[in-house]
Each structure stands twice: as structure tokens, then as C-alpha cells.
């Protein structure tokens, strides 16, 4: 999976970029230590949150390819061109479904729970 | 990141209003126009929106008027109207007694006041969606507010081609849905990200292709905060850029779309109002009357376009090189809106109405 995608790693590097350029400068001196601990969460949610949605992805295509073989580009391309392997094809719906919710616990749990699905 | 409104590149100058004036007075067929006050209003960085209070004497408008300059877009967005083409189909909209700020003049001529501009009546209320949705009132205004939507929506449908004053917009293919599902899909060829489930969507979509309607006007964003409303009143529908010749039932679904409810999910309606609401008001003033079954299409058509335009954005940051969180948050955005439409297509295959 090598596509190019705003992924929470982008994402937060983005933001702790900005922290770093634009917020923890004009802080006052006693306010600084908990800027930098937040920059610090920053990274560290980064590491972490990545894989979520990786690991949804893998039993997403796992289930409808051989082990290794499929990816979400060739997943968008056989939905599109209706070449998904028959038999498999029953249930996609389902799985797309469940890696959204992956990808939005990620994203925007809020939405989620408005939606009536918890944490 | 938006540009601080001191940094914006300013047009009108307050303090040399003599140009304008002379315009304007020549424009309304008025001896003499005064203006009293000019305040550019918050609000777009590609283009200038000034409230301007004008004294005018003589002509037809003789009076003292609070009205809109506009001056055009410096960057638009893909399919949207320039200036004039959208002053040209409000000027339509109002001809066919669309509730829209008047349209009074426009000006094509750069030495005026540096650009070219559109002058329109000031209209008041507040276009705020979260404002309209949290209203303590809401559950008191909103069925009759949505049946007012309603019935300026069939009035804006009822403008069909051929029309001379529209000639400009291009005629839909005959296969309105197919086009824009092929439209989506160059859009989805373009971005870095493969969506599968979007994919899904529109795959879905081409294969419950509705009968289509005749060709409307169609306003192309009628969504709640994109008209203002006062006291619970509409007082105008705001933001005519993506007009264009298609389906009516376009606009009805995109008001009605999870995505533009703000929160008030039950009130389907834009947030306001039930869908039978608003379609009470539309059968009521429509010759083509719509069923609450058929909107159900149009709603996930309108989540998966919603999905495109704002992966479109995401590509921006990604591949376009624009450091902007703004951009970035928007393009984590199309999860949201193919969630709902595989809820929405799951809850038709099941039998049930959608959500």
C-alpha cells in the first residue's frame, strides 16, 4: 500500500509542525514545558494510531484475496470494473463498512458515536 | 490558512468613492448618488464583499438603500460560475420570483473601482447553519421554514430551457447520472488515495439509475447555510455559483443529504425539518410533483459528491503542495460521507427507508 493518502502520520506532522513554527514561540516562558509535552504526545500518537487502520485494511483485503496479494488500489479497481472474485463479492459491503468505522475511530470518533457506534 | 483581512488585496477604496458613485448613479438612472458608508464584510479571501449605504437621487430608486458590491472571484472553484454568469442566473431566479437579494447592476469595466463587481440589494438574517440548527425556536419555524424552501426550490425548477438569458449553460447529456458518476470517477483517477467503499457507492449509484426528470435550473448548493433566514423567515437564497441545467431532484437530495444536517440528524430536511416537510412545500408550487422514495438516490449521490469534492481538497495538501490543516482535515472528510451512503444503501436493500 503505497498510495499517498492524509493519514493520521500527515496529519500530525502537519499539526506539530505549526505547534512548533507558529505556537510554542509565542507562548509565555511558564506555559512552554506543557507546550513541548504536547508536541511530544503529538509524535507519539503518530507512531501509534497509524497501524489501526493498516490492520483493518490487511483483513479487509485479506478476506478477498490471496494472503499478501490484494491492495485498496486493485480493491477500487475490481469494485469499479465488477471483477471482484465471485463468491467473495457477498459480503463487501460489510467489510467496507467496517474498515470506515476503523478509519473513523481514527478520524472522527464524534461522527461515530452520532452515527450510534461507540468507542 | 486564511489570509489576515489587513494583507487581503482591497479594490474599493473608502476613501475615493467618487468613481463608483458616478457609476452607480448613471447605472440606476439617478441624478446624483451619494454613498454614505463602505464596510467590507468578513469572509472570502479570493474575493471582496462590501456593504455600501447609498443615498441616491432621482430615478426609479430614489432613496437611501443598503446594498451588496461584489467584486469576482480571484480563484474559483472547478464548475463554479464566474461573476457574471452567476449574476445572470440570479437575475433569472428573480425574474421567476425567487426569493434572492435583488440584483441592481453590474460592472464589467476594471477602471472603476479596480475590478469588475455586481451590485445587489442588501438582504438581512443570518445564513450561520449551526446558528439555524441550535435555534431554541427551531421545532416552532422549521416544518414551515422547510415548506418555504420548498416552494422557492420548485420556483427555481420551474425556470427551464431553452432559456436566452441562460444560453450560456451547457445542456446535461441525456444520461445526467452517468456523466457524473464518469466525472467522479476522473476525479477518484486523480487522488493518490484509493477509496474502495466510494468506488462501491458509485458503483451502486450507476446501477439504480432513476428515470430521468425533465431538464431544470438547479441551483447547484442549496444546502442550509446557504440561505438566510430572520425571525425564523427565509429572506434569500444565497450562492449561485454552481448553477447549472440538470435534474431538480439534485438540489432536494443534497438539501436533504446526512452530510448538511448539521447534528439535527432526524431532521432530514437540511437539519430543519422533516422530508415530508419540504416536499409539501415543493408539490404544493411544482407542476412535477416528487415522492420522498425517489429522493433517497439523490441523497447518496450528493454524499458521494460531497466524498469527491472534499478528497479533491485533501489532494490539494497532498499533491499540490499546500501546507494548510484546513485542506488536510477536509480531505480526511470522505470517510464520513461513504459511511452514510453504504447506511443509506444498506437500509434501501433491506426495505427500510433510509436514515
Same mark, same amino acid.
Given at each position: 500500500m503505497t498510495a499517498r493518502r492524509i493519514d493520521a502520520d500527515a496529519l500530525l506532522d502537519l499539526a506539530t509542525e505549526m505547534l512548533r513554527a507558529e505556537v510554542l514561540p509565542a507562548l509565555a516562558p511558564e506555559q512552554r514545558y506543557a507546550g513541548a509535552m504536547i508536541a511530544n504526545a503529538l509524535e507519539i500518537a503518530r507512531r501509534a494510531l497509524a497501524e489501526e487502520v493498516e490492520a483493518a485494511e490487511w483483513s479487509l483485503l485479506d478476506s478477498l484475496y490471496e494472503e499478501g496479494e490484494g491492495s485498496t488500489a486493485q480493491l477500487a479497481r475490481d469494485i469499479r470494473a465488477d471483477t471482484l472474485p465471485k463468491g467473495k463479492a457477498a459480503d463487501i459491503a460489510e467489510a467496507l463498512r467496517t474498515l470506515l468505522i476503523a478509519e473513523l475511530r481514527v478520524r472522527n470518533p464524534r461522527f461515530l458515536a452520532s452515527r450510534g457506534i461507540g468507542g | 490558512m486564511t489570509m489576515a483581512a489587513s494583507s487581503r488585496p482591497r479594490t474599493l477604496d473608502p476613501a475615493n468613492l467618487d468613481p463608483l458613485q458616478r457609476w452607480l448613479a448613471s447605472a440606476v438612472e439617478a441624478s446624483r448618488v451619494e454613498i454614505t458608508r463602505a464596510d467590507l464584510l468578513s469572509g472570502g479571501a479570493v474575493q471582496e464583499n462590501w456593504r455600501i449605504h447609498a443615498a441616491i437621487? %432621482? %430615478?426609479? /430608486? #430614489?432613496g437611501t438603500h443598503a446594498l451588496v458590491l461584489r467584486t469576482d472571484a480571484v480563484a474559483r472553484l472547478p464548475m463554479s460560475l464566474d461573476r457574471p454568469r452567476e449574476f445572470a442566473c440570479i437575475k433569472a431566479a428573480h425574474a421567476a420570483s425567487v426569493l434572492v437579494a435583488e440584483p441592481i447592476a453590474e460592472c464589467a469595466d476594471k477602471s472603476v473601482i479596480g475590478a469588475p463587481f455586481t451590485v445587489q440589494r442588501l438582504l438581512s438574517g443570518t445564513a450561520q447553519a449551526r446558528r439555524i440548527i441550535r435555534d431554541p425556536d427551531l421545532a416552532g419555524f422549521g416544518p414551515a421554514l422547510a415548506r418555504e424552501i420548498g416552494n422557492q426550490l420548485a420556483r427555481i425548477h420551474a425556470i427551464r430551457p431553452p432559456n436566452d438569458a441562460l444560453a450560456f449553460l451547457p445542456l446535461p447529456e441525456p444520461d445526467a447520472v452517468g456523466a457524473a458518476v464518469a466525472e467522479m470517477r476522473r476525479a477518484l483517477d486523480k487522488a493518490s488515495e484509493p477509496r474502495p467503499a466510494l468506488e462501491y457507492v458509485l458503483a451502486w449509484l450507476l446501477s439504480h439509475k432513476p428515470a430521468p426528470r425533465p431538464t431544470s435550473l438547479v441551483h447547484g448548493d442549496f444546502r442550509t447555510g446557504n440561505y438566510l433566514i430572520e425571525n425564523g423567515q427565509l429572506t434569500g437564497i444565497l450562492d449561485w455559483e454552481f448553477c447549472h441545467w440538470g435534474d431538480p431532484r439534485e438540489d432536494l437530495g443534497w438539501f436533504c443529504a /446526512?452530510?448538511?444536517r448539521f447534528g439535527n440528524d @432526524?431532521? #432530514? #430536511? %437540511? %437539519?430543519? @425539518?422533516?422530508r415530508a416537510d419540504l416536499l409539501e412545500g415543493y408539490n404544493a408550487a411544482s407542476d412535477a410533483p416528487i415522492t420522498e422514495s425517489e429522493l433517497a438516490f439523490w441523497e447518496i449521490l450528493g454524499a458521494a459528491r460531497w466524498a469527491v469534492i472534499a478528497l479533491l481538497q485533501g489532494q490539494r495538501f497532498l499533491t499540490g503542495g499546500e501546507r494548510s490543516l484546513e485542506l488536510a482535515l477536509t480531505g480526511l472528510m470522505p470517510a464520513e460521507m461513504e459511511f452514510d451512503a453504504l447506511e443509506a444503501i444498506a437500509a434501501l436493500e433491506a426495505g427500510r427507508p433510509i436514515p
Open positions: - | 437621487d %432621482g %430615478g426609479p /430608486r #430614489a /446526512r452530510c448538511w @432526524a431532521l #432530514a #430536511a %437540511g %437539519g430543519i @425539518a422533516t
